[in-house]
């Protein structure tokens, strides 16, 4: 069966909000036919198709995937304390089909954002991933069945109307004090 997860990160910026003013630290654009050549792919367990489509006045990228997952990255080096808002919008068409009950299964993601806070090696870095889960409750916050160095929190469950967009605004620096139980210091990317 396809697979099709529907995404946008069309709106992904950081931002900090001073005095009821929006200051912009990254916005990533997909209304341009090239943008998706900025972001490479890291495959996971098979290769997933990144198209550029438009609704609207509104470029997103629509990934497509049959039992593959991977992800689209590019890397920006930020202080948190500085730039703490993180902005995205997301929807999904269809969930993958799993099983809520095993440990692997409980990592039930249709889509995921990634805020990395890079350290000597890979494995030493930490993670926070934000996801929208079929079956964790919104505010659940757990270590990943697959690597210790990242924690999810639930921002979106259930499998809510099928191809409505919507907004999600987080602070990745509390968020890092909720995930790692101490503030954040460390520059991430």
């Known amino acids: 069966t396809l697979t099709i997860i529907t995404f946008s990160i069309c709106f992904l910026l ?31 367990d098979g290769s997933v198709d990144y198209v550029l489509e438009k609704e609207g006045n509104n470029g997103y990228v629509h990934a497509y995937s049959t039992g593959a997952c991977s992800a689209l990255y590019r890397r920006v080096s930020f202080k948190p304390s500085k730039y703490p808002l993180l902005s995205w919008d997301w929807r999904v068409l269809k969930f993958p089909k799993k099983s809520p009950y095993t440990d692997i299964d409980k990592d039930d993601a249709a889509v995921r954002v990634y805020v990395m806070f890079p350290s000597l090696t890979f494995s030493s870095s930490k ?17 990943s069945p697959s690597a210790k160095n990242i924690i999810q929190i639930v921002v979106k469950s259930g499998n809510h109307e099928p191809g ?21 210091k460390k520059t991430a990317g």
Request: glycine share 4%; charged share 25%.
């Open 164 to 184: 409505k967009w919507y907004h999600e605004t987080r602070n990745i620096y509390e968020d890092y004090e909720l995930a790692y139980g101490k503030p954040c």
């Open 127 to 143: 993670f926070i991933e934000y996801l929208w889960s079929e079956h964790l409750p919104v505010g659940h916050v757990q270590e």
């Open 14 to 44: 950081i931002c900090v909000l001073t005095n009821a003013v929006v200051s912009h630290y990254k916005l990533y654009d997909f209304n341009e036919a090239g943008s998706l050549k900025r972001w490479r792919e890291m495959i996971i």
